[in-house]
């Protein structure tokens, strides 16, 4: 009698515990659409704006996430960049980053990411980078607050690979390879003013760039579907639980006499 009593306690704490999990697993899907609600309309309400023309006196609050924006100036080829392990249907390769002088006389700047190029193949010479126009240029594109990030890939010695130098350009005119960048590193190693956003170019370039950029997951309804699902066990489970104290207290009843 004493181990069936045990069984049964034992079986109510488990499926009470997973009744908890289990809703707490729906209420975080539930949490996470939101969440993706949220992150579609901001790209909504970005690209809903007018056409923005970038000036180093540019008022921050205009620099809209996902906002249209044209800049035009003068390409520094010299500092370009390039951001390595960005997929782009599955092929490996890198965003090429060049920062456009919009204003001389106060260095003031926007970091253009001008697009994707793949990587060599192993054993294939690395493919040429397309050269700035020369001249004044002007590129259209949507806004960013920053250049999207990926996890940093770290050695065993603690040290960054891809580190950003400390000064650009770099001796010998080599293209740095970083894995993240970070408009305020970058800055300093530039000396130029940026603008505290960067530009997605889209259009206004003649060259082979893949300029199809990622934009974050926005299907909610697939967090919603997920959401019902953990609830179902949620309910199967607390259902479970009914039966098994029911149970219980029906064979309390019969031996009670």
């Known amino acids: 009698m004493a181990h069936s009593v045990r069984r049964t306690l034992a079986a109510l704490v488990l499926l009470g515990v997973a009744v908890a999990i289990l809703a707490s697993l729906g209420a975080w899907q539930l949490r996470r659409a939101d969440e993706r609600r949220a992150v579609q309309a901001a790209i909504q ?61 106060s260095h003031g700047a926007v970091l253009v990411l001008r697009g994707w190029l793949p990587r060599a193949q192993p054993g294939q010479p690395a493919p040429a980078l397309p050269a700035a126009p020369s001249g004044p240029d002007s590129v259209v594109g949507e806004l960013a607050p920053r250049v999207p990030r990926l996890f940093e890939l770290w050695s065993f010695g603690g040290a960054a690979q891809g580190q950003l130098p400390a000064t650009l350009p770099v001796a010998g005119g080599a293209v740095p390879q970083v894995q993240n960048l970070e408009l305020p590193a970058y800055a300093r190693a530039t000396g130029l003013a940026l603008l505290p956003a960067v530009l997605m170019q889209t259009g206004g370039g003649a060259d082979a760039l893949v300029r199809d950029w990622p934009q974050p997951s926005v299907d909610y309804n697939q967090n919603q579907g997920y959401a019902l699902q953990w609830f179902s066990f949620a309910a199967i489970a607390a259902v479970a639980w009914l039966v098994v104290a029911w149970r219980a207290l029906r064979r309390g009843r019969r031996a009670a006499p």
């Open 45 to 105: 309400a970005g690209r809903s704006q007018s056409p923005l023309a970038l000036t180093p006196s540019i008022a921050p609050g205009e620099l809209t996430a996902w906002r249209p924006a044209q800049a035009s100036g003068q390409w520094l080829d010299q500092y370009s960049v390039l951001l390595d392990n960005r997929n782009q249907d599955g092929r490996p390769g890198y965003w090429l980053a060049t920062p456009l002088l919009l204003d001389p006389a």
